[in-house]
């Protein structure tokens, strides 16, 4: 299977959750729901988001955090690998993917509001 043909593949079985969306991303490819990202795909592997409030559900099954090396120094994000059921079952995807995207969602940083005097000036025109 591609690297391209992992990713469909994976967004095929995303399609219970409905609006999903992969981009390339840093040699990877991140994937988007509503704008927001809520997993990624490294090296044909998936991870998803995770908060205090769903991490100890991949940990609890041992499932590892994404690394990566930078500057000679292993890293990690809050993204944990998927359980090996989500490929074999589109409910089981639909139900991880579900969580990570709440978790996205919890997460989310707001948008930064417009300076007063920028709207001032276009609402007064």
């Known amino acids: 299977m591609t ?25 990877g490819r991140g994937v988007f729901r509503a704008g927001l990202m ?8 998936l991870y998803f988001k995770t908060d205090e409030a769903n991490v100890g559900r991949f ?3 041992g499932l590892p955090p994404f690394t990566y090396l930078a500057k000679g120094e292993r890293k990690s994000l809050r ?11 589109a409910q089981a995807m639909t139900e991880w993917a579900r969580d990570a995207f709440e978790c996205a969602l919890r997460n989310q940083k707001p948008k930064a509001a417009k300076p007063k005097s920028a709207a001032r000036k276009k609402a007064s025109r």
């Open 59 to 61: 940990e609890g099954r």
């Open 3 to 27: 690297r391209s043909d992992f990713t469909d593949f994976v967004v095929e079985q995303m399609a219970g959750l409905g609006g999903v969306e992969a981009r390339r991303m840093f040699g």
């Open 79 to 89: 993204y944990f690998q998927a359980p090996p059921e989500v490929f074999d079952e």
């Open 38 to 45: 809520f997993a990624l795909i490294a090296d044909d592997m």
